[in-house]
């Protein structure tokens, strides 16, 4: 694994991010980290060469999945688990809106994509679901459970959203949906038009400079 600093703001003790480049988990937690301010070291994990399967990294996560964060004596993996840290324990820039309601569905959208999105186009699922049944049905798998739950998002969102999902400042839902769009859209092909409202709020999210600086080509791990 290698090391490199990945410095956003001097505001905030280090912190440490294990990360891959391409891995939406971790962009989403760039993300947030940096909409929070919050300085980190970028430690990049080569899921290509196996590092999260090494005796050092699988002390930190025995599920071999990246992201994790180490802020100082608390190890924690999951993007969602460490969002919800970063929020509880970082109060600045917050990722949740006050208001109960809105505070809900950005968790709820936040679930959505963890939990019923990205789970179901890991490289692992992908690679077994076409060795058993072949490329086309491969395909037709992402793009099914994708658009599934995008029309999910749509139906929560769209009486919602402002210039963000719930409003005109970049929340908890936007962290998590943006990358899994932009993932949607470039490596699956998915036509985003079908989901207008959605749609939008990926337009205002890549037009942040906190999630320009997320982006996988801006990472230290990146490859051309």
Known sequence: MES???VHSSSAPKLVLYSYWQSSC???V???LNLKGLSYEYRAVNLDKGDHFTPEF??????????VLVDGDVVISDSYAIILHLEQNYPQNPLLPSDPQLRAINLQAASIVSSSIQPLHMMAILKYFEEKFGPKEREAWVQ???EKGFSALEKLLKDRAGTYST?????MADVFLAPQIAVAAN???VDM????TLDAIYKSCIALPEFEASLPERQPDAVP
């Open 4 to 6: 490199q600093d990945k």
């Open 26 to 28: 971790s962009w989403r």
């Open 30 to 32: 760039r993300f947030a």
């Open 58 to 67: 699988e002390k930190l996560n025995p599920l071999h999945y990246v992201p």
């Open 144 to 146: 099914i459970h994708l």
């Open 167 to 171: 409003g005109d400042t970049a929340y």
């Open 187 to 189: 490596r699956f092909n």
């Open 193 to 196: 038009s079908k989901f207008p």
